[in-house]
Nanobody
Framework: QVQLVESGGGLVQAGGSLSVSCAASGRDISGYYMGWFRQAPGKERVFVAAISWIGSRTYYADSVKGRFTISRDNAKNMVYLQMSSLKPEDTAAYFC????????????????WGQGTQVTVSS
């Protein structure tokens, strides 16, 4: 079992930056692809970004490409999402997830999920 706990969410003005973190416990996450998803009120949860086992490959949704950066520190069992040039439409709960199947964009490929952290971008 992998336990994931997100932190770092909050309120930020449009155009600002914010970083969210995901702390993993229970297992070494170096054997997992890690991803971030988000869910806005009244909408389905959608893919944001993913990163391969040692971080050599990263993947992004078109809506965040060039603005968000996913990274990981396997020694600390941590995953990060650095967000910049934030827009009101980025407002959502952000979820960290771990995939043992090299999952990238599909929720069904992820085995473990955190509880989420809220990011609110004001206009």
């Amino acid at each position: 079992q992998v336990q994931l706990v997100e932190s770092g969410g909050g309120l930020v003005q449009a155009g600002g930056s914010l970083s969210v973190s995901c702390a993993a416990s229970g297992r070494d996450i170096s054997g997992y692809y890690m991803g971030w998803f988000r869910q806005a009120p009244g909408k389905e949860r959608v893919f944001v970004a993913a990163i391969s086992w040692i971080g050599s490959r990263t993947y992004y949704a078109d809506s965040v490409k060039g603005r968000f950066t996913i990274s990981r520190d396997n020694a600390k069992n941590m995953v990060y999402l650095q967000m910049s040039s934030l827009k009101p439409e980025d407002t959502a709960a952000y979820f960290c997830a771990a995939s043992a199947r090299s999952g990238v964009g599909a929720e069904r490929d992820y085995d473990y999920w955190g509880q989420g952290t809220q990011v609110t971008v004001s206009s």
